[in-house]
């Protein structure tokens, strides 16, 4: 078991690029949440899956985010024509269905739009 | 709307005494609160959780209090040591599943 893997650590972008993130969850996490963080707040729910199946989608994910998750394994976020205010560390965790052991985060990937 | 709030930002604490962090939220439908710690440059790992069920959760030198009437919950660490310096998150979920954070604590533990 090697955590919640998130590639890559950092991206920096020009403004108006695409660009994807992934996520690897532990082997038998069923389910997967992406977050995003900015300065000073906590992390901000966007998106979450159970196996495959997409169940949930923040407001804050606006058309130009999609995240997918094939084959319930891992997951990737992609969010096209970036703005400067998708500046952000963007975060995933998984975990099993007993809330009582909590989500596993990732380390994140720290998006820089310039 | 913030539904999970931590209005002390900071808190200074000498090694080996008590810390104490609070956390206050408005949705009276959440039914599980946690609380993470996270280091710079890294995810939020998780500490320990309580459900609505109870009103107090202990592991180790960590014990979270839930006081329900007041939408009130804290995380005590005793005694603290200068690795517990890191920002602590509250957080809180209902049946939708997703987990709603708050601001954010810097704890710092000087010796």
């Known amino acids: 078991d090697t955590g919640v893997s998130q590639d890559p650590r950092h991206k920096i972008t020009k403004r108006g690029q695409n660009v994807t993130f992934r996520c690897d969850p532990i082997s038998e996490h069923n389910r997967l949440y992406w977050y995003r963080q900015t300065l000073g707040q906590g992390p901000e729910f966007l998106t979450y899956?159970?196996?495959?199946?997409?169940?949930?989608k923040s407001r804050l994910l606006s058309d130009r985010f999609s995240a997918e998750r094939p084959k319930g394994s891992f997951s990737t976020l992609e969010i096209q024509r970036t703005e400067q205010g998708d500046s952000a560390m963007y975060l995933c965790?998984?975990?099993?269905?007993?809330?009582?052991?909590?989500?596993?985060f990732g380390s994140g990937t720290r998006l820089t739009v310039v | 709307d913030q539904q999970v709030k931590q209005n002390s930002p900071s808190l200074s604490v000498q090694e080996g005494r008590i810390s104490i962090l609070n956390c206050d939220y408005t949705n009276s439908m959440f039914d599980y609160f946690l609380w993470y710690k996270k280091y710079p440059a890294e995810g939020p790992t998780f500490l320990i959780s309580?459900?609505?069920?109870?009103d107090k959760n202990e592991d180790g030198r960590f014990t979270v209090f839930l006081n329900k009437s007041a939408k009130h919950l804290s995380l005590h660490i005793v005694p603290s040591q200068p690795g517990d310096s890191a920002v602590y998150f509250c957080a809180a979920s209902e049946d939708t599943d997703k987990l709603i954070f708050g601001t954010g604590t810097r704890l710092q533990v000087f010796p």
């Open positions: 965790a998984s975990r099993t269905r007993d809330r009582g052991y909590g989500y596993t």
């Open positions: 899956f159970q196996n495959e199946a997409q169940l949930e």
């Open positions: 309580i459900s609505s069920i109870k």
